[in-house]
């Protein structure tokens, strides 16, 4: 019996797992059909379920789950609340409340029709499917690694928001600490003056911290740079601002459609080249080395290209059979299913066996409450 | 663990009953949507003021120009759309208030009706009385009750901006009743005199069949479809485009949706294999 | 290694520099140790080492620092990162990355150093200090001495020919500092690192060092070896005091020194009987728990203590760090979560009432005293407190100038020193009159004269009726202050008994004095010297 090539576990490039979750919301963008978006749904659980490794940061799916099930019930809320839809099954009549004449285009309440909850319903779970993809990109991959990928000439951005992620928990529990504090002082929860007596040790404690931390890094060699002269350095410049603004206006002249051609293409690929050589050109003063870099390998680009895949199937269903992902709501219909999107969507969930299982030797489990620490129960 | 497995069969349960819930409203509109449509309404002009008379012109979009009628009064245009048994699409966000294909057309190919069709490729909205000449709707088809007798018309406007839209092609008249009528606005056809033959009308696609009873002045420079006259099912024939965008295939002869049943075991099983698993880990770990 | 030529260093909008005409030399593989009270400047010194003061915190240097000839007015403290390496008070405030490997790696990233030798280099640190199994775990789920080391081997990584720790020591249990201080010691005697340690606690290091620095306060330095600097110095350890007590000379600066010079004092003292504190063990028993469960999801912090507090007794809780006692104090106060047991103060468990009434039934200063402290002024504080408690204006200011005399009305409470804050905070609490006063590591920041006056605001609250448990690591502190010690592991007491008894024997918990006068059961110097005034020479 063949039996595939043994694997070590181990964490892929956090890239690789952002493209295949990018992949699958493109493929959850061009459609509404539920069936298709909750499959896309499924196959992003189901990877993350079998890739996820242990790590703390990896957790927090559920929190995304739970993100997109609101964002459905809020659109179909909001769709009950402001009708303006017509449809033939109507399934509950709220009394209808009217407005008064400057409002007239609004309405509330009223019928309430299958065919318009069915409209929020597909709307939000379009919204939600996007959501969930890129929480699994998160559970997934580690995102403070991904900063560490990024080139050399945003370190200094990546960095400030790789410390900006360690902070945050740091704050919730110094939040934590200082609210238990507060009941010592037997005061009463009187709203903005509680508050006061909350963020202001929390703000100062995070000052303190952030000052310890700062003067930590300078200390160790944080933001070194090699010598420049000062021509480079204005060259550096405006290449990259240069750059950053062909690329916002050959962005619009391709979304407008009434602008001439050449602000269009030409401009973003112009802008695009300009901003990579000035990128490049300022990477190279800042001396700094990596540490067991990730490198994209043939697991990586596999599991990116089956998330690529799924959006390309998607986009070819579209020029052949595009019924399929719209289903038509007036007149009612049951969402049809075909095997091109249902088998480019199960493409995105071959990484739940081909990539190479996590590696399992993160602790997690502490070592009991630290006296020094508050531990959140 | 006991506790595992508790809350695992919660989540299974959760995404069940969710998807169920999904499309468990659809199911009481099951009833409605196995029959086809009813063909409401009257083919041709309404002979009388008792009705509104409703034209679809497609323009570029291709497809002989549909003149039918909505008898009785109508609550709102979009009434009168529904009763002369045209059908019709709406947009998901916005349901039926705005008007996205009639009679399948434009096909979610180009359209796919999430929200409202841009401007440069919509379906235009126009009124007018009988006799009157087109104007431009200014108040959505469901915000508007046409008058009896008046006439609706659609017609496609591709590329076109908002003061250049095309009315229908058709005059909104309606043919006078096989006796003279002194009207102002002028029908444009006599009845026939005896020593005319009938012509068969040619049944071109594209263009608006003309019926000109030979011999008889034709007064009117505009080319229009007199559709209603001598040959009643004739007319149907030419003009009706029938059920062309309809969602095909969704149901078989039982009434049951096969490729949705077959869409939700597929992901029922994804489902499914997603949890064990989740469980099966939890048990390594 | 180290030069420090006629410095003076004076904070920006301060009215007298931090330290004037300082001229120090320091050579390559010595252990340095800068010793001094709150407030005297160690900190100005070691950031002084680094090119910290002034670059990032701003000031006026005069004279001239270098470093192996690299001068620190002219280069940032990053151009240093090569040669001084620096571990501040809290590491993991200083900790930039997520897990122990990739904080080892950071410095050598930061210094372009090539892949494989960072690689190396890992390995070799996670050895040198013994933490190789926790090479993945994220840095917010280890101990105290775990993260002090890892800060440590970050700092060694790159190399460094110096090596700058700002009190290592401070929050470590007794055991977690002896390693953390072996370790350095290593890293002196084999590797040749030049090391300059700033401690409270001399007791811990001072047998180390090579050379003392200390500073009085009144920006001079007094700088020689320990022994000679000892002599005559108002911050010593309670070795040194004995010594200077019994007129040892040379004063002896490690435990077994000292016993090889205390045969005689031990003859003398043979016999006398070490003067007891009234009072302690007979007072009625204000706060009674029985089997007090504690438990922060799967992991049990406390598993079913009972615990009696009687008026008049100061009661040390004692244990490692993660034994649960923090819990166990939040848990008897009522404002920490409680699974399980009873807890009753005159027949009402504080759990159950509102966080006003719990106040005035159990007080709690928290380890973070400055958690309870948000208003502007210290008049500000006391007002507020007054109103919290009901009582008359004026009572909590009146308290504070009990507890520590001199403490201006408009200053910020961020800008007093620790024994300071400590009052302040202990004031607030105070004034809500609880009978049971509940204090978690109160002399982490204290230098010995603060030690000592603190220890006798203990004795003073015990002595008006109160019951006292104080949680500390502080060996000679409990040997100063406590009647009565509890000894908790894993969540469980595992010792209960006088001070005396408990201490005594205890290889971790015996003060210095009980490690010489073994096996007398002698606890402090000022029993010494009771003893030797009653006894005739």
């Known amino acids: 019996m063949w039996r595939p090539p043994t694997r070590l576990p181990r964490s892929l490039h956090p890239g690789a797992w952002w493209l295949w979750a990018l992949g699958l919301a493109t493929a959850a963008t061009r459609t509404t059909n539920p069936l298709l978006l909750a499959l896309i749904l499924a196959v992003a659980a189901c990877v993350v379920v079998a890739r996820r490794s242990d790590a703390p940061w990896a957790l927090g799916f559920r929190l995304y789950l739970w993100l997109g099930a609101i964002i459905v019930v809020s659109r179909v809320v909001f769709r009950i609340v402001f009708g303006g839809g017509e449809g033939d099954h109507v399934l509950f009549t709220l009394p209808h409340v009217p407005l008064p004449e400057w409002a007239a285009g609004i309405r509330l309440f009223g019928p309430v029709a299958v065919e318009h909850l069915l409209g929020g319903a597909y709307d939000g779970l379009r919204l939600a499917t996007m959501v969930v993809c890129l929480g699994a990109a998160n559970a997934l991959a580690n995102p403070k690694r991904l900063l560490r990928a990024v080139p050399g000439a945003l370190y200094q951005i990546g960095t400030a928001v790789v410390v900006a992620l360690s902070v945050a928990p740091q704050l919730v529990e110094s939040v934590l600490r200082v609210r238990r504090a507060r009941r010592l002082r037997g005061a009463r929860h009187e709203g903005v003056r509680a508050l006061r007596g909350i963020v202001i040790p929390v703000l100062e404690d995070a000052l303190d911290r952030s000052l310890a931390l700062a003067a930590a890094m300078d200390s160790r060699g944080y933001g070194r740079r090699g010598p420049q002269s000062a021509r480079m350095h204005a060259i550096t410049g405006v290449l990259v601002v240069g750059g950053l603004a062909g690329v916002c206006v050959g962005l619009y002249g391709l979304l407008d459609a009434t602008a001439p051609r050449y602000l269009g293409l030409p401009m973003l690929s112009a802008g695009l080249a300009a901003a990579a050589s000035g990128f490049t050109l300022s990477g190279r003063r800042v001396l700094r080395s990596v540490y067991r870099p990730d490198r994209f390998g043939a697991a990586e680009l596999m599991v990116a290209g089956c998330g690529l895949a799924t959006a390309a199937g998607l986009y070819l269903t579209m020029r052949v059979d595009p019924a399929n992902l719209y289903p038509s709501l007036s007149p009612l219909a049951w969402p049809p299913f075909a095997p091109l999107p249902a088998i480019a969507i199960l493409t995105g969930l071959l990484p739940a066996w081909l990539a190479p299982p996590p590696p399992k030797d993160t602790e997690v489990t502490p070592t009991g409450p630290r006296d020094d620490a508050v531990v959140i129960g | 663990m006991r506790r595992g497995r508790g809350r695992w069969g919660r989540a299974a349960t959760a995404v069940l009953v969710s998807v169920g819930a999904m499309l468990a409203p659809t199911a009481p509109a099951a009833a409605g949507m196995v029959s086809a449509p009813r063909l409401t309404g009257k083919a041709g002009y309404c002979p009388d003021a008792n009705g509104v008379t409703v034209v679809i012109d497609f323009q570029e979009l291709g497809g002989a120009t549909i003149v039918r009628c909505a008898v009785g009064d109508q609550a709102t245009g979009l009434a009168a759309l529904k009763n002369a048994g045209i059908s019709i699409t709406g947009t998901s966000r916005w349901g039926e208030a705005f008007i996205c294909r009639i009679e399948g057309k434009p096909t979610a190919a180009t359209e796919p009706c999430i929200d409202t069709p841009p401007t440069t490729a919509y379906w235009s909205y126009w009124h007018a009385p009988n006799g009157g000449t087109w104007t431009y709707s200014q108040v959505g088809v469901m915000n508007r009750k046409p008058p009896l007798g008046s006439f609706e018309g659609w017609s496609f406007s591709l590329n076109k901006t908002a003061s250049t839209a095309p009315p229908p092609r058709i005059a909104p008249v309606r043919p006078a009743a096989p006796k003279p009528s002194a009207a102002p606005s002028t029908v444009r056809s006599k009845p026939p005199k005896p020593l005319s033959k009938p012509t068969p009308p040619p049944a071109t696609a594209g263009s608006p069949a003309v019926t000109q009873p030979a011999g008889s002045p034709t007064a009117n420079p505009t080319a229009a479809t007199d559709t209603a006259s001598a040959l009643p099912g004739s007319a149907d024939a030419t003009t009706w485009t029938g059920d062309v965008g309809r969602a095909a295939g969704t149901t078989d002869d039982r009434g049951l949706p096969v490729a949705t049943l077959v869409g939700v075991g597929v992901l029922g099983a994804v489902t499914a294999g997603g949890l064990l698993t989740a469980r099966r880990r939890r048990a390594l770990d | 290694m180290i030069e420090f030529s006629d410095v003076t260093m004076t904070y920006p909008d301060a009215p007298a520099p931090a330290i004037a005409g300082l001229t120090l030399h320091i050579p390559e593989g010595e252990l340095c140790l800068v010793a001094g009270r709150t407030g005297a400047g160690k900190s100005t010194l070691l950031r002084a080492i680094n090119g910290l003061f002034p670059h990032f915190t701003g000031g006026r240097l005069q004279g001239r620092v270098t470093v192996a000839g690299r001068d620190t007015r002219a280069h940032h403290p990053r151009e240093f990162a090569d040669l001084v390496g620096v571990v501040g008070q809290d590491p993991l405030a200083g900790f930039a990355t997520d897990t122990v490997e990739e904080e080892l790696a950071y410095g050598m990233e930061q210094l372009a150093v090539p892949g494989p030798v960072m690689r190396k280099r890992v390995e070799e640190t996670l050895d040198l200090l013994g933490i190789a199994e926790l090479r993945r775990r994220p840095l917010r789920t280890l101990s105290g001495g775990q993260q002090q080391r890892v800060a440590i081997g970050a700092a060694l990584t790159a190399h460094p020919k110096v090596l700058v720790l700002d009190e290592p020591t401070s929050s470590l249990d007794p055991t977690a500092a002896e390693e953390v201080l072996a370790t350095i010691a290593r890293l002196v005697h084999d590797l040749g690192v030049t090391v300059v340690v700033a401690e409270h606690r001399l007791e811990r290091v001072v047998q180390y060092a090579d050379r003392l620095i200390y500073l009085p306060g009144d920006a001079r ?317």
Not at chain 3, 412 to 439: C, F, N
Not at chain 3, 519 to 525: A, E, I, M
Request: include cysteine.
């Open chain 3, 221 to 537: 330095a007094v700088i020689g070896t320990p022994a000679e600097v000892l002599a005559d110095s108002v911050v010593a350890p309670p070795l040194v005091e004995l010594g200077r007590l019994a007129g040892w000379a040379p004063l002896p600066m490690s435990v077994r020194d000292a016993r090889r010079l205390a045969a005689p004092l031990r003859a003398r003292l043979a016999g006398v009987e070490p003067l007891s504190r009234p009072g302690a063990g007979d007072g009625a028993v204000l706060l009674r728990a029985r089997q007090v469960v504690v438990r922060y999801g799967t992991v049990v912090a406390v598993r079913g203590v009972d615990l009696d507090l009687r008026a008049g007794s100061v009661t040390a809780l004692m244990g490692r760090n993660g034994s649960g006692k923090s819990s166990l104090l939040w848990a008897l106060q009522g404002s920490g979560p409680r699974q399980g047991g009873r807890v009753d103060v005159n027949g009402v468990d504080p759990q159950r009432r509102s966080a006003r009434e719990a106040r005035r039934l159990v007080g709690l200063v928290p380890q973070t005293a400055s958690d309870l402290l948000y208003l502007e002024t210290v008049d500000a504080e006391c007002a507020q407190a007054d109103r919290e408690s009901d009582s008359p204006a004026g009572a909590c200011r009146a308290l504070l100038d009990e507890l520590m005399p001199g403490i201006p009305d408009g200053h910020h409470p961020r800008d007093l020193s620790e024994g300071q804050k400590l009052a302040l905070a202990l004031a607030i609490q105070l004034v809500a009159a609880p009978p049971v006063v509940l204090l978690d590591e109160p002399t982490r920041g204290l230098d010995y004269p603060g030690k000592r006056i603190f220890a006798r605001v203990v004795r003073e609250l015990a002595a008006a009726d109160r019951a006292v448990v104080v949680a500390t690591h502080d060996v000679e502190f409990v040997a100063a202050a406590a009647d009565r010690v509890v000894v908790m592991a894993d969540g469980e007491i595992v010792a209960d008994g006088p001070t005396a008894d408990v201490v005594v024997a205890s290889p971790a918990f015996a003060p210095q004095v009980a490690k010489v006068l073994d096996p007398l059961p002698w606890l402090t110097v000022d029993q010494v010297a009771d003893a030797l005034s009653r006894v005739p020479a």
